[in-house]
C-alpha cells in the first residue's frame, strides 16, 4: 500500500545573479540550506543564445568534493576538463563530473549553437560526496537523450526519464557514489504519474514550466512556487499536471556530515578548504586553457 510523503517546504525560485548570468536559485533558499546530499540547484535560461548575446560561457574553473550535474533541456554545450574529455550536451542529455579530489572544466555554448541562435535552458546541480569519497579520482559520465532509460505513466501522459537511481526494475546508467534518484519527467495535459521515493531518502519536486499538483494538494507554477522537499516518510508522489509541463525530481540518503563550502570547494572542514586553493594554485587538479 502506497503512502504519500508528507509535504515539508513550498518555495519559489528566486532569480540571482551570478557574473552576467541571472539564473533561478531555488536552493539554497530562504529557510533551505540543502536537501541532503543536493548542496545547489540552478535553473538557467531559457536565454536567447545568438552572436551577440552568449553570457553563459563559462571559463576553465576548478571543483573539488563533490558532484557538479547538469541536465540540459533546451540548446548545446560544449563540455571540456583537466582529464582530456571534450563532449558536447545536446537538449535531453546530461554530463556527470564527480569532481572528488580536484578537476579542472569549461562550459559553453557550442560555437555552432551560437552562430545559428537558440535557446538554451538547463539545470546545473551540486551533489555532495561523503568525507570518505572527497579525494576519490575524478571522473566524467556522458548520456544523450536517446541513451537514458525512459518509462512512461499508465496514462501513456508522462515521460519519465531516469538519469540515474531506479523506478522499480528500470535503472538508470549513471554511477553513482551514493545512493540517490535523478529523474527528469515531461507531462502532457491532464497527465498523471506516482513516483516511488525510498522512506529513508531526502527528496524534492521543482517546476521548470507548466503547472503541477502535488500529491492532491499543492500547486507548482512557473513564476510562483516552483519547488516542493519532503518529509522522509512515505515512499509516493503524486503528480498530476494542470497543463504541459517539465519537473525534475531528486532524492537521496542525507549524508548528514558538515559542510564547509567556499565558492567551487565543497569539504568538511576549512583546513581541507584551504588544501584545495593551495592544491589548484600549485597544478595538482591538472591544466585546461
Same mark, same amino acid.
Given at each position: 500500500m502506497t503512502k504519500l510523503k508528507n509535504i515539508q517546504h513550498k518555495v519559489s525560485s528566486p532569480l540571482v545573479n551570478m557574473g552576467p548570468i541571472r539564473l533561478r536559485? &531555488?536552493?539554497?533558499?530562504?529557510? #533551505?540550506?540543502?536537501?541532503?546530499?543536493? !548542496?545547489l540547484l540552478h535553473h538557467y535560461g531559457p536565454y536567447a543564445i545568438s552572436e551577440f548575446n552568449n553570457p553563459f560561457d563559462l571559463g576553465p574553473h576548478?571543483?573539488?568534493?563533490?558532484?557538479?550535474?547538469?541536465?540540459?533541456?533546451?540548446?548545446?554545450?560544449?563540455?571540456?576538463?583537466?582529464?582530456?574529455?571534450?563532449?558536447v550536451v545536446k537538449a535531453g542529455g546530461v554530463?556527470?563530473?564527480?569532481?572528488?579530489?580536484?578537476?579542472?572544466?569549461?562550459?559553453?555554448?557550442?560555437?555552432?549553437f551560437v552562430k545559428k541562435g537558440g535557446d538554451l535552458e538547463g539545470i546545473q546541480l551540486w551533489l555532495?560526496? &561523503?568525507?570518505?569519497?572527497?579525494? #576519490?579520482?575524478?571522473?566524467?559520465?556522458? !548520456?544523450?537523450?536517446?541513451?537514458?532509460p525512459k518509462i512512461f505513466s499508465d496514462d501513456k501522459k508522462v515521460q519519465l526519464n531516469i538519469v540515474?537511481?531506479?523506478q522499480g526494475d528500470v535503472f538508470g546508467k549513471i554511477q553513482t557514489q551514493t545512493e540517490v534518484n535523478v529523474f527528469t519527467a515531461k507531462a502532457d495535459k491532464q497527465g498523471e504519474i506516482e513516483i516511488k521515493i525510498p522512506e529513508n531518502h531526502q527528496s524534492l519536486v521543482y517546476l521548470l514550466d507548466g503547472e503541477v499538483l502535488v500529491n492532491h494538494k499543492e500547486v507548482l507554477q512557473k513564476g510562483a512556487n516552483q519547488m516542493i522537499t519532503f518529509h522522509e516518510e512515505g515512499d509516493t508522489i503524486q503528480l498530476k499536471a494542470d497543463i504541459e509541463s517539465t519537473l525534475l525530481i531528486l532524492s537521496g540518503i542525507p549524508i548528514k556530515e558538515k559542510v564547509t563550502q567556499y565558492g567551487p570547494y565543497v569539504m568538511n572542514t576549512q583546513t581541507e578548504i584551504l588544501e584545495a586553493m593551495r592544491d589548484y594554485q600549485q597544478g595538482k587538479m591538472g591544466y585546461l586553457y
Open positions: 536559485q &531555488p536552493l539554497p533558499t530562504q529557510g #533551505i540550506e540543502n536537501v541532503d546530499p543536493f !548542496l576548478p571543483h573539488r568534493g563533490f558532484e557538479p550535474i547538469t541536465l540540459l533541456f533546451k540548446g548545446e554545450q560544449l563540455h571540456r576538463d583537466s582529464l582530456g574529455n571534450e563532449m554530463q556527470w563530473t564527480t569532481a572528488g579530489r580536484g578537476i579542472i572544466h569549461a562550459e559553453a555554448p557550442t560555437k555552432e555532495n560526496l &561523503p568525507a570518505k569519497h572527497k579525494m #576519490i579520482p575524478p571522473n566524467y559520465q556522458h !548520456l544523450e537523450d536517446e541513451e537514458i540515474a537511481g531506479n
